[in-house]
């Protein structure tokens, strides 16, 4: 079992903070052995939009670090011409001399399909597009586009990528079916807890990798990556108090998601139509279930028995979210438990 880190859900507020956290910590997994660092893409929402572009975060990383790999948690292929994304991350891939990688998603906020509303009905299909594309570009291929006067153009990347292949994976929120394209794909599957109980993800992961193999080779099983919220320390119950009050607030700014989570509320329950307090006391209620059995909330040798569980599942990546709105400086000096762990997850 391998460890990263991951950055999505920034709201703590605080302007001059900037995105220390971010290069601090990338720097710490760098030093300390995790397998990587993902930022993702998220737009016209303050929670997660301090990051609206990875592959400008990914630049930053690389240029600080030397060998941790620099991950997009993820590009939404159909925002995006497939040349710029591949330059863009053929630059990363430049600065870190050969640590990028991208994970492709189909994005699901019509919201953000602003940049591109004509790509929304279709998302999917464009997203495989996308990643098809990007791939030929990265290996040096000529690819034909339009031009601005309307005839076919063949162009290829500059600079040329450090990497002859570019690590892919895709991002699902537990679909099958995009975990089955994945595996079609001969991707990696990115996915995370909000949505899936073990046996959601168990039965998800298994249905990867029979696509994986049947696609690459009895033999070929890809990479499972999952996100999970993340904050250790000595004591668990002093890291649960700091953790209460920001990971109730993320629930609830997500509650779209969790909605769809088996067994956190009762089937058919609109939440948006729910009085205020009834709301925060299922919050309430959802959190403490989520943190019991989703979640790196402790100690490194009680998360350890965690990470155990996940591998069991087919998991090979847990990456860990820590910029969930817990202080700065509280997450900072957590970091080093979170080292510990991973010595003895990789033990």
């Not at 971010?22 to 303050?46: K, N, Y």
């Not at 464009?126 to 594309?133: E, F, G, R």
């Not at 088996?262 to 009834?278: I, T, Y």
């Not at 997450?331 to 438990?337: D, E, F, I, N, T």
Request: aromatic share 8%; with cysteine; hydrophobic share 40%.
């Amino acid at each position: 079992m391998e460890l990263s880190l991951f950055f999505f859900a920034d709201d703590s507020g605080v302007a001059d903070d900037g995105y220390r956290l971010m290069l601090e910590s990338a720097r710490f997994a760098d030093a300390e052995g995790f397998a990587a660092v993902w930022t993702p893409e998220r737009h016209f929402h303050p929670f997660g939009g301090r990051y609206p572009n990875p592959a400008v975060t990914g630049a930053a990383i690389a240029a600080v670090t030397e060998r941790v790999a620099v991950r997009a948690g993820s590009v939404v292929g159909p925002l995006h011409h497939p040349v710029r994304v591949a330059e863009e991350w053929s630059v990363v891939d430049n600065i870190s001399r050969g640590r990028a990688g991208v994970s492709f998603a189909s994005g699901w906020h019509a919201g953000d399909y602003v940049i591109r509303p004509e790509n929304y009905a279709d998302r999917r299909n464009l997203m495989v597009d996308a990643v098809q594309t990007v791939r030929r570009l990265w290996r040096g291929e000529e690819v034909e586009f339009p031009d601005g006067a309307g005839e076919k153009r063949a162009v290829r990347i500059f600079p040329a990528p450090v990497q002859a292949e570019l690590p892919v994976w895709i991002t699902s929120s537990g679909s099958p079916e995009s975990c089955r394209l994945a595996g079609r794909l001969g991707a990696g599957l990115l996915t995370y807890l909000i949505g899936q109980d073990d046996e959601a993800l168990a039965g998800n992961i298994a249905a990867y990798r029979e696509e994986f193999a049947a696609a690459h080779g009895e033999d070929a099983r890809g990479q499972v990556v999952v996100m999970i919220h993340t904050m250790l320390g000595e004591d668990r119950d002093e890291v649960l108090r700091v953790v209460r009050d920001p990971f109730r607030r993320y629930l609830r700014s997500s509650m779209d998601l969790i909605a769809r989570t088996p067994g956190l509320f009762p089937p058919g329950l609109d939440l948006k139509e729910l009085p205020e307090r009834h709301l925060d006391m299922l919050i309430g209620r959802a959190a403490d279930r989520y943190v019991r059995t989703s979640t790196l909330f402790g100690t490194p040798a009680e998360t350890a028995e965690t990470v155990r569980r996940f591998e069991r599942l087919g998991v090979d990546e847990l990456a860990c979210l820590i910029d969930f709105g817990v202080p700065t400086d509280d997450v900072l000096a957590s970091l080093p438990h979170l080292g510990e762990l991973r010595r003895l997850v990789a033990n």
